[in-house]
Each structure stands twice: as C-alpha cells, then as structure tokens.
C-alpha cells in the first residue's frame, strides 16, 4: 500500500477542521434540554435527517467489509444492501405513530402500546447488545482502517478516533451528531464514487470486468440447496432483519424522530433510501474491481477486507487519496457517534429517568453526557478483547442480528398491524425470543462437541438464515396464540397507535403531509431495486 502524502495531509486536515467548526457551532446554538440533546430539539429538516440516517449506516466496517464482499464469493450478501425499500417503510409506515406518540426511544413506544415490561427489557437488551457488538466491531475494524490509512500503530489510531468522536457527541448531543453527519455522508459519498469511477476505467469498463471474473460470480441468486445462501431464507431473514435495523432500532429510528415534522421525517427517510442505493456502487464494486485487478497481476492483497484500500492507496492520485481516506474517516466517526448517542439516551430516558421520574432536564442531559463517557470509556477497554477474536468469530457477529431481530421485529409489526396484541402477548415474545436467540448462539459456539444428529446439535448447525426466517416464524405464532388467550389491551393502549383505531383527525393529517413528490420518488426508489435484483443475476 501507498502510504498517504503531504497533499492527502492537507486535505485531511482540512476535512477535520471543516468538522470542528460545525461541532463548534452546533454546541453553542445547543439548549439545556433532553429534546435538544437527544433529538436535537425535533427542529431538523429532511436533508440532515436523510444524510444522517445513511452515514449512521454505513460505518468503517461496512465499507471495507462490503468490499470484501466484492471480491470474495459472497456476493448473496449483497441482498442486504439493497433494503432501500425498508427504509421507506419506516418513512409511510412506523414513524406516523412513532411521532404521533411523542416518544423519545424505541422501548418508550413499547411501553405506550403494551407495559414497563417491554420497555425495561428492549432497553436493557439495546444497550448490552450496543456496547458488545456494534460499538466493538466499529472500533476494531476503524482501528484497522486508521492504522492501514495513516500509518500509526492499531491502538493510537483506534483510541484517537474513539476520543475524538466521544467528545462532540458529549459536548453536542444529537443535534452535533445529525449536521456532522451531513457533512460525513457528502464526503464519504465523493470519495467512494470517485473510486468507483477510476477503478472502472483502469479495469477497461464494466463488461471487461465482468470477462475476468466471471458472470457466475456477479449472480446474487443462489438455489435452495445451497449451503451457505439458499435465496429463499435470504430473502425472507434479510427482510426480517431490514424491518428491525431500519424501522425500531433507536440507532437509525433516532435520527428521523429528530425531524420537525412528520412530513420532513417522511422526506428525510426517502432521501435517506435513495442514499442507501449507493453502497453497491460505492463499496461493494470498487471490491469486485479489487478482485479483477488481483486476477489479472495488476494489484496484490492477502484478504477480501483489504480489497478496498489497497485499491485506494494504488489508483488515486494525491489529495483524492486523502479524501477518500477522510471519507473513511467519517464513516467511522459517525457511526460510532450515532450508537454512542443512541445509548445514552437509552440508558437517560428508559432507565434513569423511569427510576428517578423527577430529575430536572440539565441534570438529564448530564447524566446523558456521563453515560456517553462510561460508554465510551466500555468501548476502549473492549478492543483488546475484539483484537483477539478470532476471524470466525468476528464474521459469526455479524449474523447475531439474525437472532436478535425476529422477536423484536414480530413485536413491532403486530403492535401496529393488530389491535388485539396485548402486553401479555409482547412480554412473553421478547422474553423467549432472546432465550431462543441466546440459546442458538451457545450451540453454534459448542456444535463441534454436540453428537450429529441430535436436536441440539441440529439447532446450533442449520444455516443462520433458515434458522431464522423459521424463528420468525414462531414469534408471529407465539404472540398471537398468547395475545388471544389472555384479555384485549385497554382502548388507551391502542388508541392512534395501530392501523385499525387511528383517529378520522390524524389520518387526515397523515394524508397532508406527503404529496405526489413523495410518491413518486418512492415508486422510483422500489424500482431500482427490482432493477438491481435483476440485472445481478449472473446471466
């Protein structure tokens, strides 16, 4: 790899300290309120919410690991990133009554449509799962990246970020997250396209590349027999895990709550959708050129994950190198600064302030700014542990959210479609689905020590996906079956909070607040989807 030079310094430079004037700005305009803190005063507009729903995305391991998806055979993968159409779910669908409802967090809502139970456990469940997966991956792959980039040991490099980034999303909250963000998302967008533009060019275009790998290798469509991604559990787990990521995770749902508006909210998240198209062009092709170039003796590395910058560092000249380097950069950044705000506002608004319901607002907003430390601080000391995990390992996280979402997602879908789920029906889904999911973890880890053939040995064997389209399966019936069997919910649990009991008043306010303009750039959105779907068919 070419090492950065002065020019791409320069231009790093200048990207940080662009950066530290906005987090500079925003925290002096920041008013001592938990909503000004935790949703950035509900006052941003549709661009900002947009930008920041893609930049909490896609953070430093989902951009190197997308491109080793590229160049690896892995490419069914792909599915996942084109969930744009989820994303518009959580714009028409999930948060009118999210909005409706006032709430600040994903288990507050739970708690209004069923009881304490729910929110006490989705609470604790987010914030465990936060600290132990998302914040310590993005840690561990960003002190990689930074590392590999700049040239500084692991620790400087992954202790510095973390630092950095721990300190505006104290000092500013959400509304520093949100604009920062905006800044991130242009920048990463620049840079990763600007590469994809070279990378095609220096392989002599698309068809040239698709000559040296393969169309087989460019098929996203595997048969059912297929060991590793059979299409249908594909379709249906990666579905299942879209709808919990996109539409009742705080870390992305926090982000559209901040909007001004429903209608702005709404706008934010197509914006946000349309944004979520670009990763297969940004990321996942510049690791397919990778592999090309490696095919043909024009470029060398040891694994799929550094497909994407030691094509960086080889194809661009100096300062477009530094900025893609600062795009990087800023995916780092702003995702581990969306899930340090997201935790403590979890830990503020669902657990400190349920204790302690008469807390002022400025010592709320502390004790936000002190959980983000902690937080910050279980980060740092989590990475030796992460360093030390082995491959496998830290490729088996990424498939947690298979386990994780089902339950969660079953509870959130028939909460809003169905009228008769009850608290009762909620608890009991939540609780078993984590058992069941924590369960499955346990026997993947000891499978090898399990006799074949057994039931234990088969549940911690079958494909993730199967495992968990079928799991999903179970946690529909489950709330159902226990929902029906114990009394309907109050009416002021599903009043304005479910499709059957909204109001003849909120449903035309719903209709003012989107126009044809939205519609049809929703329309356009699923279309390339199905576009994208079809046209990587191998064929």
């Not at 400087?156 to 000092?171: D, E």
Request: glycine share 8%; with cysteine; hydrophobic share 55%.
């Amino acid at each position: 790899m070419k090492t950065l030079d002065f020019l791409d310094w320069i231009t790093i430079s200048l990207y940080f300290l662009i950066l530290l004037g906005i987090a500079v700005w925003v925290i002096r305009r920041k008013k001592e309120n938990t909503e000004d803190y935790f949703l950035a005063g509900r006052n941003v507009g549709w661009f900002v919410v947009g930008a920041s729903i893609f930049a909490s995305n896609i953070g430093s391991e989902h951009v190197v690991g997308l491109a080793g998806t590229g160049a690896s055979n892995k490419l069914p993968l792909l599915i996942y990133e084109i969930h744009a159409w989820i994303v518009l779910l959580l714009g028409w669908v999930f948060l009118p009554f999210y909005a409706r409802s006032g709430v600040f967090t994903m288990p507050e809502f739970l708690e209004k449509r069923f009881d304490a139970r729910s929110r006490w456990i989705l609470s604790i469940f987010s914030i465990v799962a936060y600290v132990l997966t998302k914040i310590s991956v993005t840690i561990y792959a960003g002190g990689i990246v930074v590392s590999a980039l700049l040239g500084i040991d692991f620790w400087t490099g992954a202790i510095a970020t973390v630092v950095l980034t721990g300190l505006y999303t104290v000092l500013g909250g959400m509304r520093a997250v949100v604009y920062t963000e905006a800044l991130q998302a242009v920048v990463l967008v620049v840079g990763a396209a600007t590469l994809t533009l070279i990378g095609l060019d220096h392989v002599g275009g698309w068809n040239s590349m698709r000559e040296t790998v393969s169309p087989e290798y460019l098929n996203m469509w595997r048969s059912l027999s297929d060991a590793d991604f059979p299409w249908l559990p594909l379709v249906i787990t990666s579905t299942i895990v879209g709808i919990w990521y996109w539409c009742t995770d705080q870390y992305i749902v926090q982000r559209a709550l901040t909007a001004k508006s429903i209608k702005e909210g709404r706008r934010g998240t197509i914006f946000g959708a349309l944004l979520k198209l670009m990763p297969v062009f940004l990321f996942l092709i510049p690791g397919v050129i990778a592999l090309t170039l490696k095919m043909r003796g024009e470029l060398e590395w040891e694994t799929p994950d550094q497909a994407f910058p030691v094509l960086m560092s080889n194809l661009l000249p100096s300062g477009l190198r530094g900025l893609v380097a600062a795009g990087l950069l800023a995916a780092l950044m702003s995702s581990l600064a969306s899930v340090f705000n997201s935790c403590s506002t979890l830990f503020t608004v669902d657990i400190y302030k349920k204790l302690k319901p008469n807390t002022p607002e400025k010592k709320l907003v502390r004790t936000g700014q002190i959980a983000t430390v902690i937080v910050v601080i279980i980060g740092i000391i989590w990475i030796p542990i992460m360093a030390n995990i082995s491959g496998v390992l830290y490729e088996y996280l990424q498939s947690v959210q298979s386990y994780i979402a089902p339950p969660i997602a079953a509870v959130f879908l028939l909460g809003i479609f169905h009228k008769r789920i009850n608290a009762q029906g909620a608890f009991v889904t939540l609780i078993t689905g984590f058992v069941v999911g924590a369960l499955r973890i346990v026997l993947e880890l000891v499978k090898g020590s399990l006799e074949p053939g057994s039931i234990w040995h088969t549940l911690g064997a079958t494909n993730f996906l199967t495992f968990a389209a079928w799991f999903f399966l179970f946690c529909i019936v489950l709330i159902v079956v226990v929902s029906w069997l114990t009394p309907a919910p109050a009416p002021e649990k599903v009043a304005n909070l479910t499709f059957a009991t909204i109001s003849p008043e909120e449903k035309a306010r719903n209709k003012n607040s989107y126009n044809w303009k939205d519609i049809t750039f929703s329309v356009l959105i699923v279309a390339v989807v199905v576009w994208i779907m079809i046209w990587f068919n191998g064929k």
